[in-house]
């Protein structure tokens, strides 16, 4: 019902800035909340930061939190991550999620997924 593309990964510097964004197409009015998870070669599906779409719940991670924004516009059914002072942990291939509930920081109770954007970051 619901389709997630991400774009706007790529390979950047130390200390240099990215935005990702999710466009979500189909019934978009069944999902309530929207996040942004990475996973890095090796390791676990991490959480990052989410948003529901009246855009007044909104949730980060520690590692992330004053670096990193996300924002929506509903009207384009669009969920973004402005990604600024990048870091080579941050590396991972980016995913974005769609939830029925309330926001989360589980990825297991997202219910759709993107394909992914990598992001690679330089040291």
């Known amino acids: 019902q619901v389709q997630l593309v991400e774009s706007g990964g790529g390979l950047v510097q130390t200390g240099g800035s990215l935005r990702l964004s999710c466009a979500a197409s189909?019934?978009?009015?069944?999902?309530?909340?929207m996040g942004w998870f990475r996973q890095a070669p090796g390791k676990e599906r991490d959480f990052v930061a989410t948003?529901?779409?009246?855009?007044?719940?909104?949730l980060y991670a520690g590692s992330v939190k004053g670096r990193f924004t996300i924002s929506r516009d509903v009207a384009k059914n669009t969920v973004y991550l402005q990604m600024n002072g990048l870091k080579p942990e941050d590396t991972a291939v980016y995913y974005c999620?769609?939830?029925?509930?309330?926001?989360?920081?589980?990825?297991?109770?997202?219910?759709?997924w993107g394909q992914g954007t990598q992001v690679t970051v330089s040291s």
């Open positions: 999620a769609a939830r029925r509930g309330y926001t989360s920081n589980d990825p297991t109770t997202y219910d759709y």
């Open positions: 948003i529901n779409w009246n855009g007044d719940s909104i």
């Open positions: 189909g019934r978009t009015s069944s999902y309530n909340a």
